[in-house]
């Protein structure tokens, strides 16, 4: 995932650049979207085809540098159990600031999208999810 929101652009820019404080988010939230939300944050799977759905806190390894990208991964399994009435397709992943509403950071696509029925877990595995600057 390495698709950084306008917001998270505009902060970084304006932090390191224009020495505008950019005060750190008290925690990171992962959302699942069933089509590429792009930077406006769309496309969030809803309680109303996902009754029991949530934004998970997720947690982050430090960072590594690659030949090509500096990156890190998420250092715990977050997963969602799914509770709705019929199949769900969940294609991207983002990272927000806040369990509901907040600002969107990052944004991408799943390796492979994912079909859920009522009673699957969705799950990302520690060190799966991995975000990244290049």
């Given at each position: 995932?390495?698709?950084?929101?306008?917001?998270?652009?505009?902060?970084l820019l304006n932090?390191?650049?224009?020495?505008?404080?950019?005060?750190?988010?008290?925690?990171?939230?992962?959302?699942?979207?069933?089509?590429?939300?792009?930077?406006?944050?769309?496309?969030?799977?809803?309680?109303?085809?996902?009754?029991?759905?949530?934004?998970?806190?997720?947690?982050?390894?430090?960072?590594v540098s690659g030949?090509?990208?500096?990156?890190?991964?998420?250092?715990?399994?977050?997963?969602?159990?799914?509770?709705?009435?019929?199949?769900?397709?969940?294609?991207?992943?983002?990272?927000?600031?806040?369990?509901?509403?907040?600002?969107?950071?990052?944004?991408?696509?799943?390796?492979?999208?994912?079909?859920?029925?009522?009673?699957?877990?969705?799950?990302?595995?520690?060190?799966?999810?991995?975000?990244?600057?290049?």
């Amino acid at each position: 995932m390495s698709k950084l929101s306008n917001y998270l652009e505009s902060a970084l820019l304006n932090h390191v650049l224009r020495g505008t404080a950019m005060t750190a988010p008290a925690g990171v939230y992962v959302s699942l979207h069933t089509a590429d939300p792009t930077d406006a944050g769309g496309s969030e799977v809803t309680t109303t085809a996902y009754p029991a759905y949530t934004r998970k806190q997720a947690t982050f390894n430090a960072p590594v540098s690659g030949a090509n990208s500096t990156t890190v991964t998420n250092s715990a399994e977050l997963s969602w159990t799914y509770d709705g009435a019929s199949s769900l397709t969940i294609s991207h992943v983002s990272i927000y600031d806040a369990s509901t509403a907040g600002n969107l950071l990052w944004h991408g696509a799943l390796s492979a999208s994912k079909t859920v029925a009522n009673g699957d877990i969705f799950k990302i595995g520690a060190g799966n999810l991995t975000v990244g600057l290049d």
